[in-house]
Structure formats: C-alpha cells, structure tokens
Nanobody, 125 residues
Framework: VQLQASGGGLVQAGGSLRLSCVAS????????MGWFRQAPGKEREFVAT????????YYADSVKGRFAISRDNAKNMSYLQMNSLKPEDTAVYSC???????????????????WGQGTQVTVSS
C-alpha cells in the first residue's frame, strides 16, 4: 500500500486549497485516514481524521470550522478542503492510514501505520 498527497501550493491568506491523497494497493475502505502537518522548526501535528465509512470526522481545534476532511472509497481517495487559510497554516501536509479498525478515531501520530509523502502549503499574508 502506498499513499501520495498532492494539491499543495502558494495561496494568499483567506484563500482555499484542496489537498488530495490517493492510496494504491490494499483495501482503502478498511483504513481510517488522517491528515497531519509539520511547520518549519515544529513537530508534526494532527489536523483531521475520518473513519473508514466517512461517517465520522474529527478535527484539531486550530482548523475546526475552516477545514473539511472527506473520502471517496470508490476512488481510493481522501481529501482535505482548506478554507480561510492563515499564514500559520503554512506547513508540509501529509496523509496517513490507520490500519487498526478502532471505533474511536485517533489523533496520535503513533497510531498511524502508513504515511505518504507530504505536499507543501504556503499561505502568504
């Protein structure tokens, strides 16, 4: 199984971006999916996660109300719609898969088993 994130870029504050994550191999609808980000000089942090069916989502407080995570199991895709972007959202964003069929979604990095390459998001002020 491999994950590949894309869709990053340079955007002005207040703008929007949509990140995509494609999974190749494996059974995509058996994984909870998450998005994380890492800003320069900072640790990687949780952004959002979505359940296998897509019916449950969970967000970091810093992005709640501005970001939306979704998935299309038929296409093996996960998305992160980012609106009202702020300069502090600047980071490398990565998608990740949690293979454990846990019922409570996790925001812990250690619970995610597979990571994709990140995509850079830069928000200018």
């Amino acid at each position: 199984v491999q994950l590949q994130a894309s869709g990053g870029g340079l955007v002005q504050a207040g703008g929007s971006l949509r990140l995509s994550c494609v999974a190749s191999g494996g059974t995509f609808n058996t994984y909870n999916m998450g998005w994380f980000r890492q800003a320069p000089g900072k640790e990687r942090e949780f952004v959002a996660t979505i359940s296998r069916s897509g019916g449950t989502t969970y967000y970091a407080d810093s992005v709640k109300g501005r970001f939306a995570i979704s998935r299309d199991n038929a296409k093996n895709m996960s998305y992160l719609q980012m609106n009202s972007l702020k300069p502090e959202d600047t980071a490398v964003y990565s998608c990740a898969a949690d293979f454990n069929p846990r019922k409570i979604l996790s925001k812990m990095l250690v619970d995610y088993d597979l990571w994709g390459q990140g995509t850079q998001v830069t928000v200018s002020s």
